[in-house]
């Protein structure tokens, strides 16, 4: 089983930052894909980024390219997702989840565990 809790989550102003971060239990994170997905209300779940095992290859959704950045230090057993230049349509519940295998994909069929979600709203 593996706990993901995700933090950092809050209230900002357009134009502005946040480093969200998840941190998973047990002793095989390094071994799977993490992603970031998020849900607006009355929307569906989309997806926003994803690292593969290592951190060394990643992929973003077209609407975050650029002022987003994933990341991930396999020593804490954390991923993060940095957040550039929020725009109020970032406005989500944003969750992290992990992959079925050590590599990272745009869909949410793909990982098969979930943290609660951390709540970010940009202000315009």
């Known amino acids: 089983q593996v706990l993901l809790v995700e933090s950092g989550g809050g209230l900002v102003q357009a134009g502005g930052s946040l480093r969200l971060s998840c941190a998973a239990s047990?002793?095989?994170?390094?071994?799977?894909?993490m992603g970031w997905f998020r849900q607006a209300p009355g929307k569906e779940r989309e997806f926003v980024a994803t690292?593969?095992?290592?951190?060394?290859?990643?992929s973003y959704a077209d609407s975050v390219k650029g002022r987003f950045t994933i990341f991930r230090d396999n020593a804490k057993n954390t991923v993060y997702l940095q957040m550039n230049s929020l725009k109020p349509e970032d406005t989500a519940v944003y969750y992290c989840?992990?992959?079925?295998?050590?590599?990272?994909?745009?869909?949410?069929?793909?990982?098969?565990?979930w943290g609660q979600g951390t709540q970010v709203t940009v202000s315009s």
């Open positions: 690292a593969n095992w290592s951190g060394g290859s990643t």
């Open positions: 989840a992990k992959s079925w295998d050590s590599l990272g994909y745009p869909r949410p069929d793909a990982y098969n565990y």
């Open positions: 047990g002793r095989t994170f390094s071994n799977y894909g």
